[in-house]
């Protein structure tokens, strides 16, 4: 069973920072797709931003140019840096990665889930 356990969430004002962290059991992960997503409340899940070994990175439209995607291949750990964090980036947000090499891209069809850390923007 492959682990992801995420930290790094919290409660910040709007135009402030937060790092997530993502720490999977999964060996190498580099081989596979991971990413995050998102769902604040009464709202569906929302791919937010991927990495793909072979198709780099990817981010919806709401965060480029303010969240970062990356990842240490020697930890196994997944990282999103969040910059100039408005209200509407509250929500719990999920770690996830697929079980197949080929990625989904940005749609939330992925095998494995974390439990999800809550980011809160205040206004």
């Known amino acids: 069973q492959v682990q992801l356990v995420e930290s790094g969430g919290g409660s910040v004002q709007t135009g402030g920072s937060l790092r997530l962290s993502c720490a999977t059991s999964?060996?190498?992960?580099?081989?596979?797709?991971m990413g995050w997503f998102r769902q604040a409340p009464g709202k569906e899940r929302e791919g937010v931003a991927v990495?793909?070994?072979?198709?780099?990175?990817s981010y919806t439209d709401s965060v480029k140019g303010r969240f970062t995607i990356s990842r240490d291949n020697a930890k196994n750990t997944l990282y999103l840096q969040m910059n100039s964090l408005k209200p509407e980036d509250t929500a719990m947000y999920y770690c996830?990665?697929?079980?197949?090499?080929?990625?989904?891209?940005?749609?939330?069809?992925?095998?494995?889930w974390g439990q999800g850390t809550q980011v809160t923007v205040s206004s």
């Open positions: 990495i793909s070994r072979l198709r780099g990175t």
């Open positions: 999964r060996f190498p992960a580099s081989v596979y797709c």
């Open positions: 996830v990665t697929h079980a197949e090499i080929a990625c989904p891209g940005l749609s939330a069809t992925y095998t494995y």
